[in-house]
């Protein structure tokens, strides 16, 4: 076995693991050489498909469907409905409700009512726009409002309770609440939902696919075609961004490349174009929160209600995940003496929400910010003094579901980023700017994220990963977990490297594939390193272990004293080269292959009682952001962002700097410019770039900091102490939204702004001209 199993070794004892490798894509990013589905050589023959919908209505009956101009039209080969499918039509991730095609009903507007496979796009796409679809149009449940007057719902409500919340609230000195509104935010990555399917003998299939979930991908494809699943294999290299918009939702688009290649016997690609896919795929679930706080004098909090209402759209997709998610962290890195955290899973006549950076975990603790900063307005106090005042202390407290906080580490990390921002000079020269400028007013906030990491669907915490070594020395790694731009592959590669004591160079890379690591989890929940990296590290120390016995014997020393380092094995005072040591390896007959495997030990989750451990750990981090903003016409510009997150011991300290400042950037979209209009039709109005603003270069603060936090690492049993940082940073962006709060409480101190989220300049100015009224 390896000699440090559970990854305690000294960081500055390490070779590959903890350095700033740079991304094993990067050259070929920058020269577009980096291959995506769309640039994968198309076999001979290959159809291209578009998808088909009715593009008036958002919700009736299907009267008559007329596709007798779309099968004539020039280049059509094929064109199929949910009558063509010959297995099960629903790509559901859950609990069904997720037709391929639409069966009788239109239930949003954008669902798939068939597919045109032609010889060229341009074919398939002036197709597809021949069909005569009638329905009989029903008015739309568009919004959260929507569904609560018709009380309809895609999954049962659910709730945490803590202490006697009622009683607690009855006896708080002070009260506070209202309503919160949080909007919801478009994936918008790079590479679009894209999907190649190849045929292959005895009805088997490949398909080649832009997904977080190559296992869910290969499920459900079998599942439509009727297949068994080892008839079918989900490949994916890379993609080009996925945030979660890739994790159920580009099943639907495997499926259909699949049933197009199986019904015509030719390869077929899907590849939605640019406002299709905006409006055929869920966003991030937008919330009303309905919320009431118990306060004492000082600002501590002694009670807290609340109810999440999230819309989830036609279907309930990842909504029960989701919406769960949000109420593990309606708490933040507060601890409620007593609380409710109740939530209702809305259904809409609109596309089903899904996955997105944070699973639901931004929107709760966008409240728990909303909280502290009202506190802070109606008491007139600092409110990074009343959030220090609310930090669950550094062990002994539970959160409202019960689970311990152990291992806080928010105190200390606070106080740094509070003295390297110059935070309390800086809240001076704010409240001075403020008193002589009456149009101009800034804002400062500094905000913490903890946040659990696991996937609260206990199963799902699982991974396993392939290693080869040669003969020649060289090492072939896959796991399941996909590469979307965050570095995965290569950190699972350093592990790998790291634990044969050879370089990066020697391991090779591969694409995940469900043909050679089986019964894989989404790569989702910021798991990827901590489950792919110990499962290949498990597999490699295997293999080590055989090669460290074949070397003992030959020097004569016990197993024990082997070590690998350099690109050599030592033992005793010999050494051999690691290449020369696999050839001998191999003339012994021994195996040089394994199969690793790794489930996160300890938690658990009961649902029905909300009782257990569902997080193996916390991860921690804090934003100190400066905005200014014009109160006549909303415009608003981040001044400042000053960033410190933990990480643990970074297995690359490049690649996690990368995404802590990237996640920043994406959540600042969400809460400041990203903006989600459907109209009373039930039709996404905002469905291209000319409608929908995400962030852009000239967005990112002019002085923009970042630092990992200097801790002493994570627990032992993570991999070399690492923490996750895929999700995590994206909750930073909230200093964003309680800075531009601060500076329109600057209007009227004592006056809690009407401030929604996002904080586009139309919210800005709505809430600027309320702070202003009698």
């Known amino acids: 076995m390896s000699p440090d199993p559970a990854g ?29 589905i769309d640039d994968i050589a198309e076999p001979a023959r290959t159809l291209q498909v578009v998808p088909g919908h009715a593009p008036s209505a958002a919700r009736g009956r299907i009267l008559s469907l007329d596709l007798g101009r779309v099968r004539a039209a020039s280049g059509v080969v094929a064109v199929l409905t949910a009558a063509d499918v010959p297995g099960i039509n629903d790509c559901s991730p859950s609990v069904g409700g997720d037709p391929v095609f639409a069966e009788g009903r239109i239930l949003f507007h954008g669902q798939v009512v068939f597919a045109v496979a032609a010889e060229t796009r341009d074919q398939a796409r002036r197709a597809a ?30 709730e945490f309770r803590k202490g006697e919340v009622a009683s607690a609230l009855e006896a708080s000195p002070a009260r506070t609440g209202g309503t919160f509104r949080i909007g919801g935010q478009e994936h918008f990555y790079l590479e679009g939902q894209a999907a190649l399917a190849v045929p292959g003998e005895d009805g088997d299939m490949l398909v080649h696919t832009s997904t977080q979930h190559p296992t869910e991908v290969q499920h459900i494809t079998a599942k439509v075609l009727g297949l068994p699943d080892a008839a079918v294999v ?52 937008d919330f009303r929160v309905d919320w009431e ?9 002694t009670a807290v209600d609340v109810a999440f209402y999230g819309r989830c759209g036609y279907s309930a997709d990842l909504s029960l995940g989701v919406n769960d998610r949000t109420m593990f962290h309606a708490d933040n890195a507060y601890n409620y003496p007593a609380a409710r955290i109740h939530s209702r899973r809305l259904l809409t006549d609109t596309v089903s929400n899904t996955a997105f950076r944070g699973f639901g975990g931004p929107q709760g603790t966008v409240f728990a910010e909303r909280v502290m900063d009202e506190i802070a307005v109606r008491l007139g106090l600092d409110p990074l003094i009343v959030r220090k005042r ?7 407290d539970t959160t409202p579901y019960g689970m311990p906080v152990e291992d806080n580490i928010i105190h200390d990390l606070v106080a740094e980023l509070e003295r390297t921002s110059d935070y309390w000079a800086r809240r001076e020269a704010v409240k001075a700017f403020n008193a002589s400028s009456h149009i101009l007013k800034k804002g400062l906030a500094l905000t913490p994220v903890k946040f659990g990491i696991s996937f609260t669907l206990i199963h799902l915490n699982q991974a396993g990963a392939l290693v080869h070594v040669y003969s020649d020395g060289s090492i072939m790694v896959n796991h399941g977990g996909t590469e979307m731009g965050q570095g995965l592959y290569l950190k699972v590669a350093q592990v790998v490297a790291e634990e044969f004591g050879v370089g990066i160079e020697r391991v090779k890379i591969t694409a995940t594939t469900t043909a050679k690591v089986p019964n894989t989890s989404p790569t989702a929940a910021s798991s990827g390193s901590d489950l792919n990296g110990m499962a290949a590290k498990i597999a490699a120390g295997a293999i080590r272990a055989r090669m460290a016995a074949v070397v003992a014997a030959e020097f004569d020393v016990p197993a024990g004293e082997i070590r690998f380092r350099d690109g050599r094995v030592f033992g005793g005072n010999a050494s051999i080269g690691f290449a020369d040591l696999a050839k001998k390896a191999y003339l012994a007959r021994v195996q040089l292959s394994e199969a690793g495997f790794y489930k996160t030990p300890e938690i658990h989750w009961d649902r029905p009682t909300a009782t257990g451990r569902p997080f193996f750990y916390f991860a921690y981090g804090a934003s100190c952001t400066e905005v200014t903003v014009d109160t006549l016409t909303g415009e608003m510009r981040v001044d400042r962002a000053d960033l410190l997150h933990d990480v643990g011991q970074s297995l690359n300290p490049a690649l996690d700097i990368g995404q802590i400042e990237g996640a920043f950037v994406q959540g600042m979209g969400w809460l400041t410019t990203e903006e989600l209009v459907f109209d009373r039709a039930g039709r996404l109005r905002t469905h291209a770039p000319s409608t929908y603003k995400i962030p852009t270069a000239s967005d990112v603060p002019a002085d923009f900091r970042t630092a990992l936090f200097e801790s002493g690492g994570c627990r032992a049993d993570t991999i070399y102490r690492s923490k996750a940082v895929g999700e995590p940073p994206l909750m930073l962006a909230n200093s964003v939204l309680s800075a531009v709060f601060d500076a329109l409480a600057a209007l009227r101190p004592g006056r809690v702004p009407p401030l929604h989220a996002p904080a586009t300049p139309e919210a800005i100015l709505t809430a600027a001209k309320a702070m202003r009224s009698d």
């Open 8 to 36: 305690l070794a000294d960081a500055a004892a390490l070779a590959v693991v903890g350095r700033p490798l740079v991304h094993d894509s990067a050259v070929k990013h920058v020269q577009g050489a980096a291959a995506y």
């Open 129 to 158: 726009r021949l069909a005569v679809i009638e329905v009989e149009v029903e008015t739309p449940a568009v919004t959260v409002d929507d569904a609560l007057d018709r009380n309809t719902e895609v999954l049962p409500p659910y």
């Open 234 to 285: 989900a490949e994916c290299r890379r993609m080009g961004g996925g945030f979660g918009g890739k994790e159920s939702q580009a099943t639907q688009w495997a499926v259909i490349a699949a049933l197009v290649a199986r019904a015509t016997g030719r390869p077929a690609k899907v590849r939605l174009d640019r406002d299709d896919d905006m409006i055929m795929t869920g966003k991030r679930h």
């Open 293 to 301: 706080a118990g306060h004492d004098a000082d600002g501590r909090l």
């Open 390 to 396: 609310n930090f669950y202390a550094p062990a002994g």
